[in-house]
């Protein structure tokens, strides 16, 4: 794959899909948007580009996109980046993508490419390249692990701009003691800085959903380690925290500590009120209280 120059980019810009091409494209294919996958395909023209315009990309970026579906944001976003790999779990789109880039953006075919994946079982070696933004409108059944999977796997990723469920986009961006505050906030916080980016209208889908939609911002920081094994800790202590939220970390966290007074033990070492609740932490609390699980 090979990044598209500058002059290509602008001399032709790709064509953008409409309501008549998406539906055109679905009956050619015998495609009907399915639940399973979450397929809810983006027709509105601003729309995608707005989204491109939010994920701020350029043609320094090596885009990674999830679930391209019919190719609307694709179009848009080999408008503006360097190149785009996406990754598509339905063979019959997957095998489709190709053509449409090559109808409605010529110039920037070579800076394409598609490969039929769960987005959930990829890791950066399965890529053809280093992707350094992701954007996505990710399947909202499974939004939240395949975002967190990526940035857990790619560490070439710098920022990641996804859209998702409008109250999936509330929760990843709540802040420590808000009422959605919970385990998706602190894990997205482990890899940067998170912010709502916006809303998308239920309208500028095919078939529309029964939720608005919303946009999420990830820009990647490097306070925490990328060590796997380190991340795991640090997620352990969030996921026990959470499991039982009502009760006090001294109690909620006895499991993962081995006993109530281990875990008062640990969180005294860590600075944290053994009496307070796991959504009144922010990820350094986290990380400084499985730092205290280390030999």
């Known amino acids: ?26 009956a050619e294919l015998g ?20 989204i491109v315009a939010t994920a701020g990309v350029d043609e320094s970026d090596r885009v990674l996109e999830v679930g391209p579906g019919l190719g609307s944001l ?10 785009v790999e996406a990754v598509e779990i339905d063979p019959v789109l997957a095998a489709r993508l190709p053509e449409t880039i090559a109808e409605y953006a010529p110039a920037q075919q070579d800076s394409f490419d598609v490969i039929t994946a769960d987005a959930l079982r990829i890791s950066a070696s ?34 990641a701009l996804v859209m998702v469920q409008a109250e999936v986009a ?14 998706p906030s602190v894990k997205a916080r482990y ?19 029964k939720v608005e939609s919303g946009l999420v911002r990830i820009d990647r920081t490097d306070d925490y380690p990328r060590d796997a094994q380190e991340r795991r800790r640090v997620f352990e202590v969030i996921d026990a ?20 007074v281990e875990a008062e033990r640990r969180l005294r070492a860590a600075g944290i009120d053994p009496s307070a609740r796991g959504e009144r932490l922010g990820i350094a609390d986290y990380v400084a209280l499985a730092q205290t699980a280390l030999p």
Do not use: C
């Open 241 to 260: 925290a959470f499991a039982q939220r009502r009760k006090t970390l001294r109690a909620a966290l006895a499991g993962w500590a081995g006993s109530p």
């Open 74 to 83: 694709t179009l848009a976003l080999l408008g503006a980046a360097g190149s």
């Open 31 to 50: 495609v009907r948007p399915t639940k399973t996958l979450g397929q809810n395909f983006v027709h509105d023209a601003n729309t995608v580009r707005r």
């Open 191 to 209: 890899f940067g800085r998170v912010s709502r980016a916006g809303a998308v209208g239920r309208n500028v889908f095919w078939p529309e959903p």
């Open 170 to 183: 509330d929760r990843l961006a709540a802040e420590p003691g808000s009422r959605v505050y919970g385990i």
């Open 126 to 159: 399965d890529l053809s390249g280093e992707p350094t933004a992701l954007v996505a409108n990710l399947p909202y059944n499974v939004a939240v692990p395949v975002l967190l999977h990526l940035m857990s796997e790619v560490d070439s990723l710098r920022t």
């Open 1 to 26: 794959m090979h990044g598209a120059n500058g002059s290509a980019l602008s001399a032709q810009p790709p064509r953008l899909l409409g309501p008549a091409q998406i539906r055109g494209l679905a």
